[in-house]
């Protein structure tokens, strides 16, 4: 996954979460998105997270389009540390 300043356009509030900031350079713990990609009505999308104890790992999960909602498929590891 390369690295960058991608932060998805969410609601995160109406979905419980407080949100997200765009971390700092060299952070020990980090969440991050790349940009999804979208093939008509499904879509590809990968994450990673690291912990302080540089613990973490990485997915790539699918979701299938119904209607005006995504459906998470599956997801599957990619790296783990």
Request: net charge positive.
């Amino acid at each position: 996954m390369r690295n960058g300043a991608y932060l998805p356009s969410c609601d995160w509030q109406r979905l419980g979460l407080a949100g997200f900031e765009r971390g700092k350079a060299g952070a020990l713990h980090w969440f991050r998105f790349a940009p999804p990609h979208i093939d008509g009505k499904r879509a590809t999308v990968r994450l990673a997270v690291m912990g302080a104890s540089r613990a973490g790992e990485g997915r790539t999960c699918r979701f299938d389009r119904r209607g005006q909602r995504w459906r998470l498929r599956d997801c599957t590891r990619d790296w783990s540390s």
